[in-house]
């Protein structure tokens, strides 16, 4: 299932881009240029997670502000949200 989704629509991206078309707005497009490997890892995260809690942007930036990070630095662009602090 996930090779005919995920592969597909991802390499459909990659084709299409080819011919000037933008596809940030396609699902799955953030996979255009990656390999199999990674999107079979991110999706076993993403749907096969047995217990999962989302967060959102301001919730992990008091987590890490709470931990003792200065310096955050959270990403605006995908892989959402990844996140940079150091230790005081």
Known sequence: MLFFVYFTISRFCSFTEKFGIDVN?????YYR???????????RDRFGTPLERRFSRI???????NA??????ISETAPFWFAVGIKA
Do not use: A, C, F, V
């Not at 919730?59 to 502000?65: A, G, Q, V």
């Not at 003792?68 to 630095?73: W, Y």
């Open 33 to 43: 240029n990656r390999s199999y490997y990674t999107m079979r890892t991110d999706s």
């Open 25 to 29: 707005s396609i699902p799955l497009s």
């Open 68 to 73: 003792g990070l200065e310096n955050i630095s």
């Open 59 to 65: 919730e992990i930036e008091n987590m890490l502000i």
